[in-house]
């Protein structure tokens, strides 16, 4: 099992930038994928972006532009700079472990516990 410890949340003012980590540790042979994802309230968690090991990368058209996913392999950790943040970015963020082409969260095998992210207008 891959256990994900996700940081860096906190509270910004629109048009800031936050830069989000994921560390992953135990059985990750094999992991080739990491996503994020988020989940605002009372809204059903959504695909936000994702990383292949080789660097490919997929964003949500909400995103695309204004979020960048990348990971150091080495330090096992996968990161998702987010800059001109908007009010509706505010979310619980989250990182799992993934297919490559896959956005539904119902197909991700592994889930970090989520670090909160608050943009104020």
């Known amino acids: 099992q891959v256990q994900l410890m996700e940081s860096g949340g906190g509270l910004v003012q629109a048009g800031g930038s936050l830069r989000l980590s994921c560390a992953a540790s135990?059985?990750?042979?094999?992991?080739?994928?990491m996503g994020w994802y988020r989940q605002a309230p009372g809204k059903q968690r959504a695909f936000v972006a994702s990383?292949?090991?080789?660097?490919?990368?997929d964003y949500a058209d909400s995103v695309k532009g204004r979020f960048t996913i990348s990971r150091d392999n080495g330090k096992r950790t996968v990161y998702l700079q987010m800059d001109s943040l908007k009010p509706e970015d505010t979310a619980v963020y989250y990182c799992?472990?993934?297919?490559?082409?896959?956005?539904?969260?119902?197909?991700?095998?592994?889930w970090g516990q989520g670090t909160q992210v608050n943009v104020y207008a």
């Open positions: 799992g472990t993934v297919s490559w082409g896959s956005r539904n969260p119902d197909e991700v095998r592994d």
């Open positions: 990383i292949s090991l080789y660097g490919n990368t």
């Open positions: 135990g059985s990750i042979l094999g992991v080739n994928v």
